[in-house]
């Protein structure tokens, strides 16, 4: 089982920036897919970036390409997101997920799905908001 813990949540000005940790416990970790998803209230939860632990491929929606960049270092097991040019739509509750699938399907205009399946490990959330 794995166990997932994000820091780094804040309150920024428009076009400042955080960077979003996650670190992971427990077995096992490497094989997964790390995903940072994220929701505010009345939507629907949004997956953005993701990265495969074993070969660091990288995926990302639309709406973050450009300006978040999710990294990791395998020898902490722990997953960055380092957001960029903030902006107040991307006011949410964020969360880590190790997810058994990484993204297959891509449209170009709106980029990579990411989705979570039923056996998914979430971290507790870390709330940002960006001010106008």
């Known amino acids: 089982q794995v166990q997932l813990e994000e820091s780094g949540g804040d309150s920024v000005e428009a076009g400042g920036s955080l960077r979003l940790t996650c670190s992971a416990s427990g077995h096992p970790y490497f094989n997964y897919c790390m995903a940072w998803f994220r929701q505010s209230p009345g939507k629907q939860r949004e997956g953005i970036a993701a990265i495969y632990t074993g070969s660091g491929t990288t995926y990302y929606t639309n709406t973050v390409e450009g300006r978040f960049t999710i990294s990791q270092d395998n020898a902490k097991k722990t997953v960055y997101l380092q957001m960029n040019s903030l902006k107040p739509d991307d006011t949410a509750e964020y969360y880590c997920?190790?997810?058994?699938?990484?993204?297959?399907?891509?449209?170009?205009?709106?980029?990579?799905?990411?989705?979570?399946?039923?056996?998914?490990?979430w971290g507790q959330g870390t709330q940002v908001t960006v001010s106008s």
């Open positions: 997920a190790a997810i058994r699938h990484c993204p297959w399907q891509y449209d170009p205009t709106v980029g990579w799905t990411i989705e979570a399946d039923s056996g998914a490990y």
